[in-house]
């Protein structure tokens, strides 16, 4: 039997016939059942999706005083399950109008066929999708050092993140980290070393400077066990004087360990990185764009951290601008990728886009993973003219839609 991960309540109007309703819904009862479902009350699981299957028309105040009481418990976006028959989708159009009215948000999961695995796959992302805002409002990001001096419009207050996405911030001095980097165990940092170098291809830099960078890993990591953190977003720069090393190795490590880690102090993109991570538990890349060229549509990518897991190979050199520590040169494989960005005062603006890799750069004048991406007709002069922020987020994958879904279900009101 599937585990319990969310709970479902079944409305009809009193008009229709009980064995009707019964008869009508046992598809869809069935599916939510099959994916984890449990038939249950508003308060039962405060912590996972709450789903209403409407069954008929006419129950659209029903569903409302039912999301009332589950707003007692838990703060979520309303999921309204809908099917063909009885006037179950008129409902749900008129209650999610009001619902958005009233300043809320939900989404409608319209299932024609609950015994196709299309409707299968729809339910299954929606409750992925609702127990990541569960997991976003539950969450402590731990900001090393406060955000770099140059990111003047990617440096949100922590109530505005609290307010639009939910993760509580957590401001934590650099000498708390460097505490840890002083006592970091040799075993931690031998293994992290070790790891490192088994997988790299050319070096460029000496395994005494990787050990020193590598010490970083467990210091952030103690952080993040000590402060009971899902995510880190570190003023990496700082670390380049004390203890005079870069962070791109350690944030790339921790990273693939399923903790995010996002570079220079930047909030917004650490937001996009545990976006990629709850939705699809894959790590992804922050990354300036450095070069744009409109007549190709093409932007190039460049940053000194990338976790492992995203490259087909691994060089290590020096950080870019300071030559100190170690960089990261990773090489991508030509394939699909969403670009992501977060912007806005208020964290209320969002920038998507599907792209291709077509090229691994090699500059010496640009950070040290470098990619060419080829973006839609008109996508660069976008990103020229309504910029957002000097950083945007890679993920493998074409996923534009669902996250445009994902943004006007939880955040977009």
């Known amino acids: ?125 929606a409750i992925v999708d609702v127990t990541a805002v569960h997991r976003f409002r539950q969450a402590r990001i731990g900001l090393v050092g406060g955000a770099s001096d140059w990111l003047v419009a990617s440096s949100p207050s922590p109530a505005a993140v609290r307010q639009a996405w939910g993760p509580t911030v957590v401001t934590i001095p650099t000498e708390e980290v460097l505490a840890g980097y002083g006592s970091a165990p040799e075993v931690d940092t031998e293994r992290l070393t070790t790891d490192i170098t088994s997988v790299t291809g050319v070096s460029t830099v000496t395994v005494s400077e990787i050990r020193k960078a590598a010490r970083l890993e467990p210091a952030l990591h103690k952080v993040v066990y000590d402060r009971t953190l899902d995510a880190v977003a570190v003023r990496c720069f700082d670390l380049l004087s004390e203890p005079g090393t870069s962070g791109c190795v350690a944030l790339a490590a921790l990273n693939d360990e399923r903790i995010v880690a996002g570079c220079e102090g930047d909030l917004n993109s650490t937001l996009a990185m545990m976006w990629v991570r709850y939705l699809y538990d894959t790590s992804s890349w922050i990354a300036n764009p450095a070069r744009l060229d409109p007549a190709t549509d093409t932007v190039t990518l460049a940053h000194c951290t990338i976790a492992p897991s995203l490259v087909t190979g691994v060089e290590l050199t020096t950080h870019f601008e300071s030559g100190i520590g170690v960089g990261i040169r990773g090489h991508l494989p030509e394939a699909d990728v969403t670009l992501i960005r977060i912007g806005g005062s208020r964290l209320e603006r969002l920038w998507l886009a599907e792209g291709h ?23 660069v002069e976008d990103i020229l003219e309504r910029p957002l922020g000097n950083h945007v987020v890679l993920m493998p994958g074409h996923h534009a839609r669902r996250l445009r879904r994902w943004w006007n279900m939880a955040v977009n009101r």
Do not use: K, W
């Not at 090229?359 to 991406?373: I, K, P, W």
């Open 357 to 379: 890799i077509t090229h691994n750069g090699h500059s010496e004048h640009l950070c040290r993973t470098q990619v060419d991406v080829s973006l839609p007709p008109g996508t």
């Open 1 to 125: 039997m599937t585990e319990s991960r969310f709970t479902y309540a079944v409305v009809a109007s009193e008009l229709h016939d009980a064995a009707v309703v019964d008869s009508i819904t046992a598809g869809h009862r069935a599916l939510l059942e099959e994916t984890g479902g449990h038939r249950g009350g508003p308060d039962d699981i405060a912590n996972a999706p709450f789903l209403i299957l409407v069954a008929t028309g006419g129950t659209e105040r029903r569903i409302l005083h039912l999301l009332e009481e589950r707003s007692r418990v838990a703060r979520e976006p309303a999921l309204l399950v809908a099917h063909p028959l009885h006037n179950s989708l008129p409902a749900c159009l008129e209650t999610l109008a009001r619902i958005r009215q009233d300043g809320g948000t939900g989404r409608i999961l319209y299932l024609p066929d609950p015994s196709s695995e299309q409707d299968r796959a729809t339910v299954s992302d």
